[in-house]
Antibody
Framework: EVQLVESGGGLVQPGGSLKLSCAAS????????MHWVRQASGKGLEWVGR??????????AYAASVKGRFTISRDDSKNTAYLQMNSLKTEDTAVYYC???????WGQGTLVTVSS | DIQMTQSPSAMSASVGDRVTITCRAS??????LAWFQQKPGKVPKRLIY???SLQSGVPSRFSGSGSGTEFTLTISSLQPEDFATYYC?????????FGQGTKVEIK
């Protein structure tokens, strides 16, 4: 059974940093691209970024709204993807989901609240 | 970047109605298009992939069509459990863009 479990969310002040984790199981993580998607309360889905596999040089891509502030990485030995979020803004407040590249498998999400 | 324009943003419909939701891509994306259903407080659920392939376990009243820049999700006969928000997703070149969403409400 495929499982994606996010962790690391919480309350952070504007300008602060937070690192989210996505622990994967049930599929060949090392061969899969992983994406992060977020959703502010009452709003639509917004793609945050992705990281490809080692075979694709761990290539990353980001949405314009987070480029330069967020970094996606992965540790294939731990079957885990990460989202490092720096210089956080109030508008980054959202539930953050990790997803498999197929778009079929999603984690349950972790809430990030940026507020003073 | 590829933009996705989804319409309508909201609609009211009755049980048994035929419902059509459209997504238009700002440039051709072949069939790299999926449709999702999301209910309040729940994780998005993929209904359609590759523009027209029905996800296993999804009722056959859902169907997708289109290629290139114009795509459609159709619910042939709306059921009570179908009241939700629907999103299209383009995934060309491993860079994703979601449509703005369509909230389907009870008339």
């Amino acid at each position: 059974e495929v499982q994606l479990v996010e962790s690391g969310g919480g309350l952070v002040q504007p300008g602060g940093s937070l690192k989210l984790s996505c622990a994967a199981s049930g599929f060949t993580f090392s061969g899969s691209a992983m994406h992060w998607v977020r959703q502010a309360s009452g709003k639509g889905l917004e793609w945050v970024g992705r990281i490809r596999s080692k075979a694709n040089s761990y290539a990353t891509a980001y949405a314009a709204s987070v480029k330069g502030r967020f970094t996606i990485s992965r540790d294939d030995s731990k079957n885990t993807a990460y989202l490092q979020m720096n210089s956080l803004k109030t508008e980054d407040t959202a539930v953050y989901y990790c997803t498999h590249s197929s778009g079929y498998y999603w984690g349950q999400g972790t809430l990030v609240t940026v507020s003073s | 970047d590829i933009q996705m324009t989804q319409s309508p943003s909201a609609m009211s419909a009755s049980v048994g109605d035929r419902v059509t939701i459209t997504c238009r891509a700002s440039q051709g994306i072949s069939n790299y298009l999926a449709w999702f259903q999301q209910k309040p407080g729940k994780v998005p659920k993929r209904l359609i992939y590759a523009a027209s392939s029905l996800q296993s376990g999804v009722p056959s009243r859902f169907s997708g069509s289109g290629s290139g820049t114009e795509f459609t999700l159709t619910i042939s006969s709306l059921q009570p459990e179908d009241f939700a928000t629907y999103y299209c997703l383009q995934h060309n070149s491993y860079v994703w863009t979601f449509g703005q969403g369509t909230k389907v409400e009870i008339k």
